[in-house]
């Protein structure tokens, strides 16, 4: 069984940075296709970057594109988000999601392309 935990979120300010993890255990972390969303009070769950299972293909929202980024250390069964000059409208549960059904180059920023998620860990971006 697939088990996903994230770490990493908090209270920061505009223009602050942040780094969010998300820890595999179960299953083969290199043979899967990790991804990050993120779900604001009362608004749909959002893609926010995507990365193949090598690391060699990466997908982001147009609203985090040059800001925030994605990387995984498959050694440490761990993918990460970088988060540069939050804005408040940043401020979301943060998810994390394996596709164990990906293929090689594959990075997808379909929520339903997902099979395990984690609990999520809030980021709140204050002025």
């Known amino acids: 069984q697939v088990q996903l935990v994230e770490s990493g979120g908090g209270w920061v300010q505009t223009g602050d940075s942040l780094r969010l993890s998300c820890v595999c255990s179960?299953?083969?972390?290199?043979?899967?296709?990790m991804a990050w969303f993120r779900q604001a009070p009362g608004k749909e769950r959002e893609f926010v970057g995507a990365i193949s299972r090598a690391g060699t293909v990466r997908s982001y929202g147009d609203s985090v594109q040059n800001r925030f980024r994605i990387t995984r250390d498959n050694d440490k069964r761990t993918v990460y988000l970088q988060m540069n000059n939050l804005k408040l409208e940043d401020t979301a549960t943060y998810y994390c999601a394996a596709d164990v059904n990906t293929v090689a180059g594959a990075a997808s920023r379909r929520r339903e392309a997902y099979d395990f998620w984690g609990q999520g860990t809030q980021v709140t971006v204050s002025s």
């Open positions: 179960g299953g083969i972390f290199g043979a899967y296709a």
